[in-house]
């Protein structure tokens, strides 16, 4: 079963024994969903309200711990504009990421960026040379 809610109108998740949460967007955070079973994140839209580490919280902890337990994953990303705290939660995320793919787990990552940005192009550039990962840039 998919839950579906809005960010704002509840920062509570799904109890951890959901299999697949979806958080709507709204003007300053993305779209969000988790799939357990094939431990899949999806993150797309515009992250940029403050505190994202609480609103990331969760899922990426979801995310993180059936990557340790699984050891596949993948990682879905299309930002359309991010602010610092966001970059704060994408370098542990990554930096986890790389531990585990160190340790022998499969993860894909896919980020999707237009040609046209360039700062956001050069960003996972960096971030895939700073934590020696294989992003797929689309």
Known sequence: MIQAFNYQESNMWPSLEEANCIMEPTSTTPY?????FAN??????ASTR???DEFYS???QKFK???ASK????????FKTF?????KVLFDLFKSIRDEKAAGAAVKIRWEVFLTELDMLETAK????LFDLDINLK
């Open 50 to 52: 403050q505190a994202m």
């Open 65 to 67: 711990t059936n990557l």
């Open 32 to 36: 969000v969903k988790y799939n357990k």
């Open 58 to 60: 969760l899922s990426i």
């Open 71 to 78: 050891k596949y994953g993948t990682l879905n990303l299309n």
């Open 126 to 129: 960096d971030f895939a040379e």
């Open 40 to 45: 899949t994140l999806t993150i797309k839209g």
């Open 83 to 87: 602010n610092t705290s966001t970059a």
